[in-house]
């Protein structure tokens, strides 16, 4: 459910084929070093911070026969090991994850689901998040008896189905095992294996939770399909990588396991996992070149054919029709009668509209900027809240798209969640997130104050419980139901917002006494409420609401919920606009702009005329959430009860125990290549990831020495202390050897409310140097003599990735230190300052440089030197600068040192996924782009009392592949292949010529 771990686990793989390195990023699941809670059942080991307690006591009575349904659904026999789960309360949304790496473990970042997302359906957030990720466990850890030998060997990351599986297929199962097996047949315990193998009309209510049941989710699918959109099964099991590709695994792979267990019974899911236990890669899930696949094995019909059969099914289930007959084309020049005119196009954020003016977050560009709509459409647009009279702005001249020059206000990130235009005060009322000093993700509201451009914190906003939704269905108090994103009307002080009720999310409001209602429409899928709109001479009985809604197995349209002297009533447009219509708002009585769909993750902001676009309305009614199940779920409410969320009475006498760092001992054991070295790396950290270790052993082929290191690592909160050691040779005129131990403590801050980071840290080392270093005196440590340093770090960034091909990281960062460095021999040492700065984008530009200013500390192109009257000898700090490979032989310490590098990128050739080359024997690589690149690299240093310069200038083509291999098609392996040139290489004694292979992964 959530990519990152899942990621890690693929870099991991790559890494064991590609013998690449691999760097791994600790996340904090626990924001302090509080002890977490631990209960433990027959099969697992399950983990909460006291705020979860509760939750923790509910999982534990519903985990262990949850397993042991999966477990006899897929025919796989429990291991005798416990399963450790960590629950979470630092971040704001629903996620999750399981994963081998470094050890197998699943954690779930507990939340209520958001009504706008992709989980809404979750009523039971804890049971839905646990039953998806615990079908990966039991998915990916079936081995055949020579993979389980080399898991015991190497640990719980290898796995054959990650090498066997498409991405589509790990997640699809998990999202049908989350649609079709049912909820409330796992908590009670009642299911049979028929029900559990999984009838897909499971009814409403519980039985309708998970994302093939939800029609706003799988319309990503529809929506690809309506415009002609056919992409494979690795395309949608990562090869396709453009922002918002993350979701087409759990689609797409959901329907096509739906697919899968209706054209050959459920039974069909356990023999495609079991068949790719074996892990013969030699066959592959789809076959190479000379050989049939699982896939085509089992189901006897080859894999492009059933997948254009899937494709067909698809399409057959959706109610695509809807699209021809939307009426007249859009026409993006506004010619078209009742048309949408497209304004912007990009990849647009949250949107909100006032006083004739368009707010937008551009995601690409991070900025939050105004449109005026006056301008686009050739006249005044109104505003809202009180701010235009009712009917303004109809038969509106054509917008000319090519004028608009929309106004950057400030700096944002997609984070932002609503924009909410204040008439009173003439500013915008933001919902984003900041991050507290123990790295929570807290919802907060800030007011931008349009004419002094200044952005201000108002408060915190309250944050739902999970299960609030499971809550909403008891017979209980109406103020059990949470509003979300609520927009107070400035007339009434009621607030208007997004309720979840079982399945369902509904608009509702809250009325000033206190008292929560939803309106009484069945549940058709609504996704969003607009703001509300009135005009200025509209009575306080009179607002207007947009809606996105999606009608069965359609695409989203528009529906407006109104208020016209007292009485509510509801249209729903005829027409359904190519690409859907997300998240609209009202510029004035008769336009709305919404968001639409376009491909490979592109949006639009689209201006459209409703009038004579809407349905006859039909009247609505308020009521209580138990009024609205009564009404529209009777078999639901009828079948709830307190029985569905409280803890078994067994589980309240288990014993909760107090520990700090679970699993910290599970280890992976990767083989590892960097450079010229090579070992065997061993990986772990605690179940929370706020204690983390690694230990590495191997060969350095450079020096023809050992290596070895060590590093642990602490965090809690926004502190990190590390502390690392390492023995390895050094290659300068002879062998050196260098034993250091170090440590730093870092305090990181993320600025507000553009996501900058600011980090200030302390660092030591210390190290002992052996001038000469025989191989056979690795176990006789004799140091000629002892450095050390200590220094103060200052670092800030501001980068990011762009969303668009070929991905490049946009933003600048600035660094600087001030270190002493120290020798045990007489003379040697002194202070240096160091700093840095890079620039990012298509043209690239970073400079580095360091001084000694008062002698004792020199610096060469791959090295850093304790220099004393001519004589030098080695640091115990690392270069403040990147190793200058083309003049990394040249060993003249100078007093100080400055390296800069530009680099443009000349081309990106984008493949299309779909250059794939298929191979005998073994998997099939595809090729997703291609990008050159051309630079200028320069030192300035001192040789011989002089100033001087060393430059080279620079060619690299990078081939961006995939292997067609499991879960690492989503993996991007990058081939380097660079040429450089030294352009003073008579001088400093190299070789004028550097040819350079690089092989990496990225994710």
């Not at 989980?119 to 998806?132: C, I, K, N, W």
């Not at 039985?207 to 949608?236: H, M, T, Y």
């Not at 050691?725 to 440590?743: N, P």
């Amino acid at each position: 459910m959530c990519a990152k771990k899942d990621r890690l686990v693929r870099a991991a793989l790559l890494l064991v084929l590609l013998a690449c390195a691999l760097g791994t990023a600790y996340a904090q699941f626990l924001g302090s070093l509080e002890p977490v809670l631990h209960v433990r059942t027959d099969f697992f080991d399950i983990y909460a911070p006291r705020s979860l307690e509760s939750q923790a006591m509910r999982l534990s009575s519903f985990a262990d026969r949850t397993y042991v349904m999966l477990c006899e659904f897929f025919g796989v026999k429990a291991p005798d090991k416990r399963i450790p789960v960590l629950l979470s309360d630092t971040q704001y949304s629903l996620n999750g994850y399981t994963t081998l790496y470094p050890s197998n473990r699943i954690v779930i970042l507990l939340a209520s689901a958001d009504p706008r997302s992709q989980l809404a359906t979750m009523q039971d957030e804890l049971s839905s998040v646990f039953l998806h990720e615990l079908v990966h466990y039991v998915t990916l850890n079936e081995r055949s008896r020579v993979w389980l030998a080399a898991s015991w060997l190497l640990g719980d990351w290898v796995a054959p189905e990650v090498w066997m599986m498409p991405q589509a297929m790990v997640e699809g199962t998990a999202v049908w095992a989350e649609s079709r097996l049912g909820e409330e047949a796992l908590l009670s315990g009642a299911a049979t294996k028929e029900k559990a193998q999984g009838a897909s009309d499971t009814g409403a209510g519980l039985s309708r939770g998970g994302r093939l049941n939800d029609l706003a989710a799988l319309e990503v699918v529809r929506l690809e399909r309506a415009r002609g959109q056919a992409r494979s099964l690795w395309e949608v099991s990562g090869l396709a990588d453009f922002y918002g590709a993350g979701s087409l695994p759990y689609l797409y792979g959901g329907l096509f396991v739906d697919f899968l267990s209706e054209r050959f019974g459920p039974g069909m899911l356990a023999r495609l996992w079991h068949a790719s236990a074996g892990g013969n890669l030699c066959i592959g899930f789809d076959g190479t070149l000379t050989s049939k696949g699982v896939l085509e094995q089992e189901t006897g019909t080859a894999p492009p054919q059933l997948w254009q059969e899937f494709l067909a099914w698809v399409d057959e289930e959706s109610a695509l029709s809807d699209t021809r007959e939307a009426g007249p084309p859009e026409d993006l020049h506004g010619g078209g009668t009742g048309g949408a005119r497209e304004l912007i196009s990009g990849y647009v954020g949250a949107v909100g509209s006032g006083d004739g003016l368009l707010y937008f977050v551009d995601l690409d560009r991070r900025g939050l900027y105004a449109l005026s709509l006056g301008s686009a459409v050739g006249g005044a647009v109104g505003g809202h809240n009180n701010d235009q009279e009712d009917g303004a702005g109809e038969n509106l001249p054509e917008p000319i798209t090519s004028a608009l020059r929309p106004e950057r206000l400030l700096v944002v990130d997609g984070t932002l969640r609503n924009i909410f235009f204040n008439g009173r005060f003439g500013a915008l009322e933001l919902d984003w997130i900041r991050i507290d000093a123990q790295n929570r993700q807290i919802p907060a509201r800030y007011r931008y104050d349009i004419k002094s451009r200044s952005l201000t914190y108002e408060y915190d906003l309250p944050v739902p419980a999970p299960g609030n939704a499971l809550v909403s269905l008891q017979d209980k108090s109406r103020n059990d139901i949470f509003l979300y994103d609520p927009w107070e009307d400035p007339e009434t002080s009621i607030r208007y917002g997004l309720a979840r009720v079982g399945t369902a999310v509904l608009p509702a409001r809250q009325l000033p006494q206190g008292c929560l209602e939803v309106a009484g429409i069945p549940d058709s899928a609504i996704r969003w409420l607009s703001p509300g709109f009135r005009g200025r001479t509209e009575s306080a009985d009179s607002v207007r609401f947009a809606l996105s809604t999606v009608p069965d197995n359609g695409l989203s349209r528009l529906a407006v919920l109104e208020e016209k002297d007292g009485t509510w009533q509801l249209s729903v447009a005829r027409n359904v606009p190519s690409g859907g219509l997300h998240q609209p708002v009202f510029t004035d009585a008769s336009h709305i702009v919404y968001r639409k769909a376009k491909e490979d993750g592109q949006t639009a902001l689209c201006l459209l005329d409703i009038y004579g676009q809407l349905s006859s309305p039909v009247p609505v009614a308020w009521l209580s959430p138990t009024e609205w199940v009564a009404r529209y779920a009777p078999e639901v409410s009828a079948a709830v009860d307190g029985s569905q969320f409280a803890p078994a009475q067994h589980a309240r006498t288990l014993r909760l125990r107090p520990t700090m760092f679970p699993e910290l001992f599970s280890t992976s054991r990767l083989p590892y290549a960097d450079g010229s070295r090579v070992g065997l790396d061993f990986i772990a950290c605690d179940l929370t990831e706020r204690l983390a270790w690694t230990a590495f052993a191997g060969w350095d082929f450079a020096t023809q020495r050992p290596a070895l290191s060590a590093d642990a690592q602490l965090a809690a909160g926004a502190w990190r202390f590390r502390v690392n050691a390492a023995d390895q040779g050094v290659s300068t005129s002879s062998v050196a050897r260098r034993t250091t131990g170090g440590a730093t403590l870092a305090w990181t801050r993320t600025l507000l409310p553009s996501f900058q980071g600011l980090s200030v840290n302390l660092h030591a080392a210390f190290a002992g140097v052996q001038n000469n270093y025989a191989a056979g005196g690795f176990f006789d440590l004799a140091p000629d003599y002892y450095a050390w340093t200590t220094g103060l770090g200052l670092d800030f960034s501001s980068t990011y990735d762009s969303r668009t091909p070929p991905y490049d990281t946009l933003g600048f960062s600035l660094s600087g230190a001030i270190d002493y460095d120290s020798a045990s021999v007489a003379g040697f040492g002194g202070i240096s300052l160091s700093a840095s700065a890079s620039l990012n984008g298509r043209l690239r530009a970073s400079i580095y440089g360091a001084v000694a200013p008062a002698g004792g500390v020199a610096f060469a192109p791959a090295a850093r030197y304790l220099a004393s009257k001519g004589s030098s000898m080695l640091s115990a700090a690392d270069v403040p600068y990147p190793e200058y490979r083309e003049y990394r032989g040249f060993l003249s310490p100078s007093a100080w040192y400055v390296f800069g590098e530009t680099r443009y990128r000349l081309f990106s050739l984008e493949a299309g996924w779909g250059w794939v080359l298929r191979l005998p024997f073994m998997p099939s690589f595809a090729l997703r782009r291609i990008v050159g690149n051309f630079g200028l690299r320069g030192a300035g240093l001192d040789i011989g009392g002089r100033p001087s310069l060393l430059s080279s200038a620079f060619a690299a083509v990078d081939f961006d592949c995939a292997v067609l291999a499991g879960l690492a098609a989503e993996a991007h392996v990058h081939l380097t292949i660079e040429a450089a040139w030294a352009f003073q290489a008579s001088t400093a004694n190299v070789s004028p010529l550097c040819i350079s292979i690089g092989l990496r992964t990225s994710l």
